[in-house]
C-alpha cells in the first residue's frame, strides 16, 4: 500500500461495525475504511494474491477473457458489443434493463406537448435522448466534418473568489461555481422560440513528435472558443474544459469496488518517490450529502451511478428528476425567457419530469451494460504488449484489476474478480491536456484514470478512433503520446520503443 500522509492519517476505530478494522480519514469528517471491511482474513489474503500484478507474460492469466467476471457478455462482437445486459443479471433484472434501456433511447420533447410523461425537455439542452450523446452505450466525438457535436460540449465553470466560496470547495459542498449568465455547461439547442446559448469553436494545431526510431507522429493540438453568444459574454474568470461521452459499459463494477482498495493506490504527496501522486476525489452524494469517494467523470466529480445519471438528465437533457429536481435545467437568472417556459412535470406521477421510477431504471441499466470478453488474451503478439505495457509503466496508474467487495447492492456485481485497467485516482497529466479547470480537488491538470476495458472496440461500436476527453488523439498511438506529468515517464518509454514492440503493445490494448 502507497503511503497516505498530510491529509490521510490513521484514526482509531469509531464503530463496532468495523471492529478491529482501521479507518482512513481524507478529510476533517469523512473516514473509509483502511482495510476491506467485507472480507474475512482469508478471502483478503485471496484477493490480494489474485489481483497481485503478473511476472508471468508467457500465456494469458486465468480469467483475464472474463474482464467483468461473471457479468461479462460473450455475444458476438459487432457494432451492439457495447449494448448488452450483464450476463448473471436474473430474468427480473433483465426485464428492468430493458426498460431502463427504452428510457436511454428516449426522445423527449418540449412542453406542453400532447405526448405527456415525454416533454419537459430543456428549455436549453445539449442533447434529446441519453443515447444522442453515447450512441450505442459508446464514446462520443469531436464534430468532424459534417458531424455535429451532440457527443461533445464545454463545462463553464470558475474557482472560488471569496472566502465563503473556498469554504464551500474546502467542505465539499461545491465542485466549482458556474457562470452566471450560462450556467455549468455551453447548450448549443434550445426548445422552439427560445434561443440557444452559443456555440463550440474549436480550431487545431498539428504538433509533430519524433520517436527514437525516427517515425514521426502529428499530434493535433486544439484550442477551443465558443461563438455566437446569446445572451452577453461569459465571465473573464470562466474556464472551457471540453468533454465528449465516455463509453458506458462496467459502471456497476466499478461502482462495487470497495474503497480500501482504491486509496491503496494513493500516493498524494509521492511518498514512495515513484513519479505518481494518485490523489483520491471526494465529493457529497447527492441524495444524502454524505462525503463519498468519486469515481465516475472524467474528473471523478460523482460517486455513483445514479448520481452520474441525475446529473446528465438535467445536465445535459434539462429533465429535471429526484436528485436534481430543477425544471428548467442549466438555466440562470438571467436568462429570464427561459424560466418562463413552461416545464413537464406531470403532477399524477411525480413533482419532477423523470421521477423515479425513470431515474432508477435509467441508473440501473448504466449499471448494468456488460464489459465484452476479451479478444485472444494468450495471443504471443498481445502476450509481448501486454508485458511492454507492464514494463513501460503504464500500470502505475492503469490498475489492471481488482475484485469487487462481497456485499455490493447488486449480487451480479459482487465478489467478482474485474479487469478495468485504472486506479480510478486523479492524476497530473501535464500542461498539454491541461484544462485549467478545478472541480472539486481536482486541479486544471488533473484527470481521473479511463478505465480501458473494451477501448479496443471502439472503432467496431462507434466507427472511430478519438479518444481522451475531447477526442484530440485520433487513435492510441497519439492518446499515448499526449500523456504528460506523472505520465511523462511512460510516454517517453512507448517513444522509445521501435516499431514492432509499439505495434505489440497496441495489439494489448486492442484486445481489452
Not at 511518498?271 to 483520491?280: A, N, T, V
Not at 418562463?340 to 441508473?363: I, K, N, Y
Amino acid at each position: 500500500m502507497r503511503a497516505l500522509k498530510a491529509s490521510l492519517f490513521l484514526l482509531p476505530i469509531l464503530s463496532s461495525a468495523l471492529l478491529l478494522t482501521p479507518l482512513v480519514a481524507i478529510s476533517e469528517d469523512t473516514r473509509f475504511p483502511d482495510e476491506r471491511t467485507d472480507l474475512s482474513p482469508k478471502d483478503r489474503k485471496r484477493v490480494a494474491s489474485v489481483t497481485r500484478p503478473t511476472k508471468d507474460f508467457s500465456k494469458a492469466e486465468n480469467f483475464e477473457t472474463m474482464q467483468g467476471g461473471a457479468a461479462t457478455t460473450k455475444a458476438i462482437v459487432n457494432g451492439d458489443a457495447f449494448s448488452h445486459f450483464s450476463a448473471n443479471l436474473t430474468f427480473a433484472e433483465e426485464e428492468e434493463f430493458k426498460l431502463g434501456n427504452a428510457l436511454f433511447r428516449k426522445l423527449w420533447v418540449s412542453s406542453p406537448s400532447s405526448t405527456q410523461a415525454s416533454d419537459g425537455l430543456g428549455p436549453l439542452f445539449n442533447a434529446r435522448a441519453c443515447q444522442s450523446c453515447h450512441l450505442k452505450d459508446g464514446r462520443g466525438h469531436p464534430p468532424e466534418g459534417a458531424a455535429d457535436a451532440t457527443s461533445m460540449f464545454l463545462r463553464l465553470a470558475r474557482p472560488a473568489r471569496t472566502e465563503e466560496e473556498r469554504t464551500l470547495i474546502a467542505r465539499h459542498e461545491a465542485l466549482n461555481f458556474p457562470d452566471l449568465t450560462y450556467g455549468k455547461q455551453l447548450q448549443d439547442l434550445a426548445v422552439p422560440g427560445l434561443k440557444s446559448e452559443g456555440s463550440m469553436a474549436i480550431s487545431y494545431e498539428e504538433v509533430q513528435m519524433t520517436l527514437a526510431d525516427g517515425e514521426v507522429v502529428s499530434l493535433r493540438k486544439p484550442t477551443y472558443s465558443v461563438k455566437d453568444l446569446s445572451y452577453g459574454p461569459l465571465d473573464p474568470d470562466v474556464t472551457l474544459s471540453p468533454r465528449i461521452a465516455p463509453p458506458m459499459i462496467g459502471m456497476g463494477l466499478i461502482q462495487a469496488i470497495h474503497e480500501a482498495d482504491i486509496l491503496a493506490n494513493a500516493d498524494p504527496d509521492d511518498e514512495d518517490g515513484d513519479g505518481i501522486s494518485g490523489k483520491p476525489a471526494l465529493v457529497r452524494d447527492h441524495r444524502t450529502r454524505e462525503l463519498k469517494l468519486g469515481r465516475f467523470g472524467f474528473k471523478a466529480q460523482n460517486a455513483s451511478v445514479r448520481d452520474q445519471s441525475a446529473s446528465a438528465f438535467v445536465g445535459d437533457l434539462g429533465i429535471s428528476n429526484p436528485d436534481a429536481p430543477f425544471h428548467h435545467g442549466d438555466c440562470t437568472s438571467a436568462q429570464t425567457d427561459c424560466f418562463a417556459r413552461a416545464s413537464g412535470v406531470q403532477e399524477r406521477l411525480g413533482d419532477t419530469e423523470a421521477p423515479d421510477p425513470v431515474l432508477e431504471l435509467v441508473t440501473f441499466y448504466s449499471e448494468n451494460l456488460a464489459v465484452p470478453a476479451r479478444r485472444e488474451p494468450g495471443d504471443t503478439k498481445v502476450l509481448k504488449g501486454k508485458e511492454l505495457f507492464y514494463q513501460s509503466g503504464c500500470v502505475s496508474c492503469h490498475t489492471p484489476k481488482f475484485v469487487t467487495r462481497r456485499d455490493a447492492e447488486n449480487k451480479a456485481h459482487a465478489f467478482q474478480l474485474i479487469w478495468p485497467y485504472s486506479d480510478f485516482l486523479l492524476h497530473d497529466m501535464g500542461e498539454g491536456l491541461a484544462d485549467g479547470q478545478e472541480v472539486g480537488v481536482a486541479n486544471g491538470r488533473e484527470w481521473r484514470t479511463q478505465p480501458l476495458w473494451g477501448i479496443g472496440l471502439t472503432e467496431t461500436v462507434n466507427e472511430h478512433t478519438f479518444f481522451l476527453h475531447d477526442g484530440r488523439a485520433r487513435n492510441l498511438t497519439e492518446a499515448i503520446l499526449w500523456h504528460g506529468g506523472e505520465a511523462e515517464a511512460a510516454r517517453d518509454a512507448f517513444a522509445s520503443l521501435n516499431k514492432d514492440d509499439r505495434t505489440a503493445l497496441l495489439a494489448f490494448l486492442e484486445s481489452l
